[in-house]
Each structure stands twice: as structure tokens, then as C-alpha cells.
């Protein structure tokens, strides 16, 4: 009887095994690769008034994505400070229409907190670089929207990583 219990014991472990398991839900990764950005994070400071930041997007953390356009990037050149070039000419940036932006409101005295990416691969931009971060803010909505006189707030410079 004990020979009995244990070559079914075995039978079963061995069809558990080896056996046709059932179809479930699973994910396979097909390929990885590293991408090349340059990723800024920003806090933006609203000293005595309301500012309103265009963005087009969010991280699931909840962190807000600059818009490029009212946002964008310089690099010193020869002392002087010149938007970042695209490495192929023939390249076009695209960007949303300001009326299709969505605006974070920072409170007087306050603060937000954005960033924005820009590839290695399609901006001409270099390890040791001297680069600053240029971003338009409007003291209201609908100056933001409809493409009004901006504020223009200026980082200190940084090296490129």
C-alpha cells in the first residue's frame, strides 16, 4: 500500500511538473534600450504674484511635463547664450497650440515643480556644455492661452551632463 501512495504521489508531482500547465495573463520584455536625454527639473517661484506655466503632460508621480516652446533650452556659444540646435536640419519641432496647453497655477509666493526632457539624439547638445533653461509664465489663463506677453524667468546656468 505504501509503494501505491508513494508512485501516485510521484505521478502526481511529475504531471504538475511536466504537464500542460493552463493559459494565464504573463508580459515579456522584447527589447531594451537606453535612451539618450537630458532631463531638467525646475521649481518655478512665484515671488509677489500669480503665475500660470504651460504644460503638456504628467507623470504618475504627479510631476509636471514643460512644454517646449514657452520652455527651451540654451547653450553658450563664444559667450553668448543661443537656443539649442536641432542636429538634423531638416528636422521640424512640433508643439501644441497655446489654446491646447494646460496652465499649473502657482500661488503668490509659492512654488511648482516641472521638468523637461530633450534628447541627446535630435538636439545638439554635449557632455560639459554650459546649458539654461529659458520658461515663459503669464499672470493669468487666459493671457497663457491666447499667447499674451509672457514672463520670461531665466536659470542659472549648468553644465550638461
Known amino acids: 500500500m505504501r509503494t501505491l ?4 504521489l510521484i505521478f502526481t508531482l511529475a504531471s504538475l511538473l511536466f504537464g500542460q500547465r493552463p493559459q494565464k495573463p504573463r508580459a515579456e520584455v522584447s527589447n531594451v534600450q537606453l535612451t539618450r536625454s537630458v532631463l531638467i527639473e525646475v521649481t518655478m517661484f512665484a515671488a509677489d504674484k500669480i503665475l500660470f506655466v504651460p504644460f503638456c503632460g504628467e507623470s504618475d508621480a504627479g510631476t509636471k511635463s514643460l512644454c517646449y516652446g514657452p520652455a527651451r533650452v540654451e547653450v553658450q556659444k563664444r559667450g553668448n547664450w543661443r537656443p539649442v540646435e536641432l542636429r538634423h536640419r ?3 519641432l512640433g508643439a ?3 489654446d491646447r496647453r494646460k496652465a499649473e497655477k502657482i500661488e503668490a509666493g509659492g512654488r511648482g515643480r516641472f521638468i523637461l526632457a530633450i534628447s541627446k539624439d535630435d538636439f545638439a547638445v554635449e557632455t560639459g556644455q554650459r546649458l539654461r533653461l529659458v520658461v ?3 499672470p493669468n489663463e487666459q493671457s497663457a492661452r491666447n499667447g499674451g506677453q509672457p ?3 531665466v536659470t542659472p546656468s549648468f553644465g550638461c551632463p
Open 5 to 8: 501512495w508513494t508512485a501516485l
Open 90 to 92: 531638416d528636422a521640424i
Open 151 to 153: 514672463i520670461q524667468m
Open 136 to 138: 515663459d509664465a503669464w
Open 96 to 98: 501644441l497650440a497655446p
